[in-house]
């Protein structure tokens, strides 16, 4: 009895179930998309090929000097903040580190214009020791053309103060020197 209730209601179900058609459309009109700005494409050679951020297939994270400025990271203690799976440590006042999926070793301090994280597994271009990631520093170069400064001081609660500053000058047409 219980089988035959459960065909009937199968078939009442399939009996009101009416297919839907979509409507006809009479002028169909076609957009093309805008073209692509190619000057904010990212471009990865972590592969010893350059592609596009989008077709790479590892993870990547990057940020551009404007980026880093836009989210406060002033320094590579403030990356952890952004990266998944990075954290940085100051041991004492002489070494650092950044640890990627809990693998780290000694780094640096400089002065960035872009950073980028790549999540790799022993990649090839960066080295054998490379076998959690890298996080790859782009220093800013100087400028050839023409001289520049910047600087800003900041004051807040507590009588804290910070400042930053840059000087580039050029010398000639191959050499320059960039200060921050």
Request: charge should be negative; hydrophobic fraction near 40%; proline fraction near 4%.
């Amino acid at each position: 009895m219980r089988a035959v209730a459960t065909l009937l209601a199968g078939a009442c179900a399939a009996a009101i179930a009416v297919p839907l058609h979509a409507q006809d459309t009479t002028a169909t009109t076609t957009t093309t998309a805008p073209d692509r700005d190619d000057s904010t494409t990212i471009v990865v050679t972590a592969q010893r090929r350059a592609e596009s951020l989008q077709a790479v297939p590892i993870a990547v994270s990057a940020f551009d000097s404007e980026a880093l400025e836009k989210q406060q990271i002033d320094n590579a203690s403030d990356l952890q903040l952004t990266l998944p799976n990075v954290s940085f440590t100051k041991s004492n006042f002489t070494s650092s580190s950044f640890t990627i999926r809990g693998i780290g070793d000694l780094c640096v301090g400089t002065s960035c214009d872009s950073a980028t994280a790549i999540h790799v597994n022993g990649s090839p271009l960066f080295g054998r020791n490379a076998t959690s990631g890298v996080v790859n520093i782009v220093t800013a170069k100087p400028n050839l053309s023409d001289f520049g400064a910047a600087a800003e001081f900041e004051y807040g609660n507590y009588d804290s103060i910070k400042a930053k500053g840059m000087i580039n000058i050029p010398i000639g047409d191959t050499l320059g020197v960039r200060v921050a």
